[in-house]
């Protein structure tokens, strides 16, 4: 039933026999203080006895405390958790809280007198659960609290206007609900004792209602044994029933971890639990006698501001910088308490890779990223009917981190790129199989698994292998001691398999939306905890499992009111009065274990810095603690305490920082670059990205590194539509092309064939998506409107002499040689202008803008004198316009340049001027430009990027 361990001896210590301690004044700890008690009270009987504790974290370092102690070879006692102690003396095997739910589910079937889908249920079963717990760990009587409970909602529902309490459906449904709570819970209980079965709370119940048949039983078995219970705190009624039984049988002892410092003040919530403690188990004079550490004990304590949680993160991982560099945690037990334990995450991803630290606490799975991975995996498999998966869904899967790991190492990851990339190029809104066998022919698991489930239990089974396979991964590719990815995806499996037996009990038939909401529900409620090896390095802990521990040094993250303590949220259907009079735990009960846990801290501590944030929104951004202003003011007058404050935020980088990242101009960047602008041609958005940002233009021109976005374009984004766009207004125009501008009505005929041909080409730029649904309709809308726009332009703007050159450059691409050489040839300026039209003797370029457009294009008279920073502001819309009519040519003709907003009703042509706004039309400012376009380029083949 319980473990052996045999200890050796410790030479540091020199004692004559076992049950002789060391000089007291060498004992720093609570746990070498009871060893030292346990070892002077038993001596060579110390390996009899049973030593409970409140979790198992402390034992390791019990063990080492009682070894440490020792002179001779002897084994070690029995050290077990109050949970362990309970369940074995019940005979009872724990429930999970996944079969805990589902057995109140099935109660809730059974009982209740009003029905309740899958979906109602999730969101009320786990407040039940735990309104089931308090009223079975402070054993309450469950029929008079539940029937009370409902006779209350009864009376919230009376009015004198309707004494028969007739109301709607809602209403009866809720107090039906009420009144059903009592049988749903004797029912629950019932199933879960049938299958020998219980859940912790019910577990300390049948301890504490059975205790004068169990515990005489058991030290008939171990008569020269004694329960030594150590380190407990806040008692239920069920602990201190049975405790006190023992007690009275004179089988256990008390060993408490308190300080006479918020003990003996009455005011201090921190002691509320030692005050009140039943004089059976912790006599005054034992109360008396708790040490004096907090005051006396030299303590610097650092309060530090922050404005979020990735800046609390942020200090954490540099303070841990710090220790490792310092070698601190090799002399001194350091610890990160974590407040907010959904910090987990963002702190291991920030650690440094060479800091020595240990990961020990309990959080919900949900939390995690193997939680998270079943919420995408269940996510994809929400529409059986489609045999296809949702692309977004298909996405978020692939590119979960766990699964790029997985991808990587089983060598399929290209597998898995070139299907991302396929999502995104070929437009696929939904993946059927045949798309997903094309890039994962010779990986049939991989086809399995991204396949669309026939059913609930199909894909139920198809997730369990998934992670199955995932752990098999993470057991060849991690070492031992790195259990971080491994425990909580072991927990995953679990949690999988679990539901999988309930899904084909109860929700074979239920919509896949349902099910992958069930076990996302699931995530929620299965607590994984985390163990690694305590007594080395910086260990990283949720505040419940600093619990009987001494850390010389703490930094405790999420100091905020409403995390530490809680505060008076509370998820239960009990209100806080019918609690108060069936003796059942409320917020001012949570907040003295709070309390006591944050002082507990500072029983051994030199140091502490507690982080908090201030402002921001979120969890916690109600400002500091109550107890941080509480110590403040309290230890001001106390001459072993110093206490100071700061405000850390990680520094944004200065601008020199900024322009440290410079690529310098080599060579070979040299050679790649003129080949390219020779052989290729450089366009004017290219130079337009230039001017705005050198090195984005560096990624993209050189290193072909472009940001793509890898899902389908579901829905038609800007550039979708002015292609769209443009392509209409091409067709519609090209019969015009070298001939009589078309007249007013014409141009009313080109509309409405032009609106019926936009639904088409629109189409054709979205692939498989459809037009008739969301946000695709308002854009069909906005594409009908800008066309409409274009043509109701040309009517405003109707002559003899107007006449149309040009359409996107007729199909083909224009070039211009540029006067730079190099020795591939003449660098060449590239590009298509939408429309090149003769209004009379001047030649006119028309680019059209489907976006916002400038109130006003200005080339300036001397571009030279523009600044490096301003030349994409001032210069990049007008060198676009000037590119355009280089590259149409008609050198020595008159010319005008403009856009053509086509976004609103309001915008129209928006002409080139110069800085007297005056229409640039002079075929001299041509050859200058071609001159400044060619100083551009000699300085992109010149400088540095920075």
Not at 249 to 272: C, P, R, T
Not at 566 to 590: E, N, R
Request: glycine fraction near 4%; charge should be negative.
């Amino acid at each position: 039933m319980f473990a052996i361990i045999l200890f050796t001896p410790n030479s540091y210590f020199k004692m004559g026999a076992l049950h002789l301690p060391v000089n007291i004044f060498d004992l720093k700890t609570f746990l070498q203080h009871t060893a030292a008690n346990l070892i002077q009270q038993f001596g060579d009987d110390l390996h009899e006895q049973f030593i409970v504790i409140p979790n198992l974290r402390p034992a390791i370092f019990l063990r080492k405390a009682i070894a440490g102690l020792i002179e001779k070879p002897t084994l070690s006692p029995t050290i077990l958790s109050i949970e362990e102690l309970v369940f074995s003396l019940t005979d009872l095997k724990k429930a999970s809280s996944t079969e805990s739910l589902f057995r109140l589910y099935e109660s809730f079937c059974a009982k209740s007198k009003s029905h309740f889908s899958i979906e109602e249920f999730m969101g009320i079963g786990p407040t039940v659960l735990n309104d089931f717990y308090e009223v079975d760990l402070y054993l309450a009587d469950p029929k008079d609290l539940f029937n009370y409970l409902s006779d209350i909602r009864k009376i919230e529902q009376w009015a004198p206007d309707n004494p028969e309490g007739k109301s709607g459906e809602y209403a009866k449904k809720y107090l039906a609900f009420y009144a059903s709570l009592y049988e749903i819970y004797a029912d629950y209980r019932h199933k879960l004792r049938e299958e020998k079965h219980a859940d912790p709370a019910l577990a300390f119940r049948t301890l504490a209602e059975n205790r004068a048949e169990i515990f005489p039983l058991f030290f008939e078995k171990h008569p020269n044994s004694q329960l030594i219970f150590v380190g407990f705190n806040a008692l239920t009624p069920a602990e201190e029933t049975f405790m006190k039984y023992t007690k009275r049988m004179g089988k256990s002892q008390f060993f408490w971890d308190a300080d006479q410092y918020y003990v003996n003040d009455k005011k201090q919530e921190a002691g509320l639990f030692f005050r009140n403690m039943d004089e059976a188990l912790l006599p005054p004079k034992d109360r008396e006698n708790f040490p004096k550490n907090i005051g006396n004990n030299n303590l610097h304590v650092t309060s530090v501001e922050t404005t979020g949680n990735i800046q609390q993160v942020l200090f954490a991982a540099e303070k841990v910088a710090e220790w490792t560099e310092a070698a601190v945690s090799e002399e001194e037990q350091v610890a990160i308490v974590l407040g907010n334990e959904s910090l987990i995450s963002d702190l291991v991803q920030m650690l440094p890779t060479d800091a020595k630290v240990n990961l020990t606490l309990g959080l919900p799975l949900d939390q995690l990223q193997a939680g998270q991975l079943l919420y995408a995996y269940t996510r994809m498999m929400r529409y059986p009917e489609k045999k296809a998966i949702y692309h977004k869904d298909l996405v978020r899967f692939l590119q979960h981190p766990f699964i790029r790991q997985f991808l990587y190492f089983s060598g399929t990851h290209k597998n898995g790129d070139e299907l991302l990339q396929a999502i995104a190029t070929e437009n696929h809104i939904y993946v059927g199989k045949s798309v997903i066998q094309r890039f994962f022919a010779e990986h049939p698991k991989w086809i399995t698994w991204l396949t669309a489930a026939e059913d609930n239990l199909s894909m139920a089974n198809q997730l369990a292998d998934l992670i199955e396979n995932l752990c098999i991964f993470w057991d060849q590719a991690k070492s031992a001691d790195e259990n971080y990815e491994r425990e909580q995806t072991y927990a995953a499996l679990h949690l999988v398999r679990e539901a999988s037996v309930w899904i084909e009990k109860y929700f074979l038939q239920e919509s896949p939306k349902v099910v992958s909401e069930l076990i996302w529900q699931l995530t929620k409620v299965e607590n994984i905890s985390f163990r690694g090896e305590p007594e080395t390095g910086i260990q990283i802990m949720g505040i419940l499992e600093t619990r009987l521990l001494h850390f010389d040094r703490v930094l405790l993250l999420s100091t905020n009111e409403d995390i530490i303590p809680q505060g008076k949220s509370q998820y239960s259907l009990i209100p806080l009065d019918v609690k108060k009079h069936f003796d059942l735990p409320w917020h001012t009960h949570k907040d003295a274990i709070f309390a006591y846990h944050f002082y507990h801290l500072f029983h051994g501590c030199h140091q502490a810095e507690l982080v908090y944030t201030q402002g921001g929104s979120g969890l916690g951004n109600a400002g500091p603690s109550r107890f941080l202003y509480q110590i403040e003011w309290e230890w001001a007058q106390l001459k072993n305490i110093t206490f100071s404050k700061t405000l850390y935020y990680a520094p944004l980088k200065s601008e020199s920082e900024k322009k440290a990242f410079v690529i310098e101009n080599v060579p070979m960047l040299r050679d790649k670059l003129e080949k390219q602008f020779s052989e290729k041609g450089i366009s004017p958005s290219a130079l337009r990205m230039y001017l705005r940002d050198p090195i984005q233009f560096y990624s993209e021109y050189v290193l072909g590194i472009r940001n793509e976005d890898l899902s389908a374009e579901e829905d038609a984004g800007l550039p979708a539509i002015g292609n769209a766009v443009h392509k209409v207004l091409e067709e519609v125009y090209k019969p015009y092309i070298n001939a009589a501008f078309p007249d007013e009505q014409q141009l009313k005929s080109m509309q409405k064939n032009a609106i019926k041909m936009l639904k088409s080409v629109l189409q054709s730029e979205l692939g498989n998506a459809s037009l008739d649904e969301g946000k695709n309709i308002i854009a069909l809308t906005a594409a009908e409107e800008m066309v409409r726009h274009a043509i109701q332009f040309d009517m405003q703007n109707h002559f003899s002499g107007r006449e149309i050159i040009a359409l996107e450059n007729n199909g083909e691409k224009l070039h211009f040689d540029l006067p730079v050489e190099t020795k591939y040839g003449p660098v060449k300026l590239t590009g298509i202008v939408d429309r090149l039209e003769r209004w009379g003797e001047d030649f006119v370029y028309i680019d059209y803008k489907t976006g916002n457009i400038p109130n006003r294009l200005v080339w300036p008279d001397d571009p030279y004198a523009i600044d490096a920073e301003k030349r994409n502001d001032k210069l990049g819309p007008g060198l676009q316009l000037l590119c355009y009519s280089t590259l149409a040519g008609q050198p020595d003709k008159n010319f005008q340049l403009a856009l053509l907003g086509l976004k609103k009703r309001t915008d129209g042509y928006q002409w080139l001027q110069d800085e007297n706004k005056n229409r640039i039309h002079k075929p001299k400012l041509r050859g200058e430009f071609v001159d400044y376009l060619a100083d551009l380029i000699a300085e992109i083949l010149t400088c540095d990027f920075e």
